[in-house]
């Protein structure tokens, strides 16, 4: 069974920096395009970041880019977001997705990992 | 971007209505459609996608139709599992945008 499981949530102050990890199982990680999407706290869902099986094409919401930074490692079926510039409307519960082959979207998701920020 | 807009934003019903939710694309998205059902602590689950096509192991009260830019999710017969907050999210361009959700009540 496909598993993502998230970590590396936290508290961080305004401007600091956080990575997050997505440890995937249950599948042939480097098949699939993943992404990460964000829930704020009471709010909806916003995508952040996508990346291909091959890690080739990158891909952020205009909220996040140039401040975030998208990456895996196939042989060790992660991925990460890296979280640079920080700011307090970034806190939310961020998901690690599946992009599936036969939907061509998200089909599995993380529990999700949450990050606040906040002096 | 892409601009998703659900409506209602809340939904009141009893068990066994006949519920549906609206979603209209800024543009056409052709059939580029997804429903997600979200529970309170929960991650999003995949209900629909390509417009219409139900998700393994959905129940077959869920339905999707439509293309372009209007589409509908339909419950036909709502049970208290139910109960839970829908989102709709194109996926025609790769930046994905969501609905802002329908909570459905009691």
């Known amino acids: 069974e496909v598993q993502l499981l998230e970590s590396g949530g936290g508290l961080v102050q305004p401007g600091g920096s956080l990575r997050l990890s997505c440890a995937a199982s249950?599948?042939?990680?480097?098949?699939?395009?993943m992404s990460w999407v964000r829930q704020a706290p009471g709010k909806g869902l916003e995508w952040v970041s996508a990346?291909?099986?091959?890690?080739?094409?990158?891909y952020y919401a205009d909220s996040v880019k140039g401040r975030f930074t998208i990456s895996r490692d196939n042989s060790k079926n992660m991925l990460y977001l890296q979280m640079n510039s920080l700011r307090a409307e970034d806190t939310a519960v961020y998901y690690c997705?599946?992009?599936?082959?036969?939907?061509?979207?998200?089909?599995?998701w993380g529990q999700g990992t949450l990050v606040t920020v906040s002096s | 971007d892409i601009q998703m807009t659900q409506s209602p934003s809340t939904l009141s019903a009893s068990v066994g209505d006949r519920v549906t939710i609206t979603c209209r694309a800024s543009?056409?998205?052709?059939?580029?459609l997804a429903w997600y059902q979200q529970k309170p602590g929960k991650a999003p689950n995949l209900l629909i996608y390509?417009?219409?096509t139900l998700e393994s192991g959905v129940p077959s009260r869920f339905s999707g139709s439509g293309s372009g830019t209007e589409f509908t999710l339909t419950i036909s017969s709502l049970q208290p599992d139910d109960f839970a907050t829908y989102y709709c999210?194109?996926?025609?361009?790769?930046?994905?945008?969501f609905g802002g959700g329908t909570k459905v009540e009691i």
């Open positions: 990346i291909s099986g091959s890690a080739g094409s990158t």
């Open positions: 999210q194109q996926y025609n361009s790769y930046s994905l945008t």
């Open positions: 390509k417009a219409s």
């Open positions: 543009q056409s998205i052709s059939s580029w």
């Open positions: 249950g599948l042939i990680f480097n098949n699939f395009a």
């Open positions: 997705v599946r992009k599936g082959i036969t939907t061509a979207t998200g089909d599995y």
